[in-house]
């Protein structure tokens, strides 16, 4: 698909969040101001930061009148969004981070895509990218379908419709519709705002010839924390929507709790058997997951830190989760989490 296919009439409005993105924000806005599509507003909307994003986009903004900047003092994404959908002026609407990048013709397949009036929104594939040796471990946990399950843009290869995309374009209609993003989700506001839209009757549309280069966290330990914090989000858009919930989203949390069972129970010598089962069951699957996803990374200090890249995502993420409804459960009154149930 060339930049002459589609008529770039329609104007685009690309909307990037930030906060403290100084070190890969020009690889992004390079990325965003070169799309074969033309016919942009791009809006950067940052989050009060303290290094120098701001002169970094103010440079980028006097060199092309494309470019915009918005300050959000509350300092989380998604009132990012919201305040960047008040100024959006486009008729398409395209997200990209602060430290990702789009490839040449992302703008340009999603407008052809939503024009068909068959979407309600489109992503691509979000490959994870690296440059240290734990780095590129994790990028390869992110590919891997046992790291990620059936979260299909991590390492989908075929167009199919999906629960959920990254990087979501959409009309700016619809995003308006649905009141934009709901900024009490400092975490998961982009799952949350897809299953708002499959509820309302449309579908998401996944293409993996849309790809994202995804600069991922370079050390495992930030790799835990950042799937702890996933965890925890996720719990929020269960209360709000429990049929939002897929298998994939409690499988770590039942194997955190399987194998604090199994640690409970490990000192009684009739149990230990039963103790000893998660933790063996869990081992081999890791352990033939990472010699397969072994072969895809080059480097030994890579590879070896292939298992504690999976352990640091599930281990996070299912930890995180059970912290969230353990705040849940001594913030909030029941009556409160009932109607977060209920609410929409």
Aim: with cysteine.
């Amino acid at each position: 698909m060339s930049g002459e296919l589609v008529d770039q009439g329609d104007l685009v409005t690309v909307v990037v969040p930030v906060r403290n993105e100084g070190a890969t924000l020009r690889w992004c806005l390079e990325s965003v101001l070169s799309q074969t599509y033309r016919n942009l507003q791009v809006i950067v909307v940052d989050g009060e930061s303290s290094d120098d994003t701001v002169a970094i986009v103010e440079e980028f903004a006097a060199a092309d009148p494309r470019v915009e900047l918005l300050v959000n003092p509350e300092r989380i994404v998604p009132s990012s969004l919201n305040v960047a959908l008040g100024a959006a002026r486009g008729v398409w609407w395209v997200r990209n981070d602060g430290h990702s990048v789009l490839a040449p013709d992302y703008v340009e397949r999603a407008v052809a895509h939503l024009r068909t009036g068959r979407w309600g929104g489109v992503g691509g594939r979000k490959d994870a990218v690296a440059e240290t040796d734990q780095g590129r471990a994790v990028a390869a946990a992110l590919g891997s379908p046992f790291g990620v399950g059936n979260s299909v843009y991590h390492h989908g290869t075929s167009a199919r419709v999906v629960d959920h995309i990254p990087f979501g374009a959409y009309p700016v209609a619809v995003i308006r519709e649905l009141g934009g993003w709901d900024v009490d989700m400092v975490t998961n506001q982009d799952f949350e705002f897809d299953y708002r839209l499959r509820q309302s009757g449309r579908e998401l549309l996944f293409d993996p010839q849309m790809w994202i280069d995804w600069r991922c966290p370079s050390t495992v330990e930030n790799f835990a924390r950042q799937y702890r914090r996933y965890g925890r989000g996720k719990v929020e858009t269960l209360l709000r929507h429990p049929e939002s919930g897929a298998v994939r989203h409690y499988v770590a949390p039942s194997l955190v709790a399987s194998m604090v069972l199994g640690a409970v129970l490990l000192p009684w010598r009739r149990f230990r058997s039963v103790a000893l089962a998660p933790f063996a069951v869990y081992g081999l699957a890791l352990a033939a997951a990472s010699v397969l996803v072994a072969r895809t990374v080059a480097g030994v200090r890579a590879k070896l830190a292939i298992p504690a890249a999976f352990v640091a995502m599930h281990l996070g993420w299912g930890w995180g989760f059970w912290e969230g409804l353990r705040t849940v459960a001594r913030e909030r009154s029941l009556a409160e989490a009932l109607r977060m149930v209920t609410r929409r």
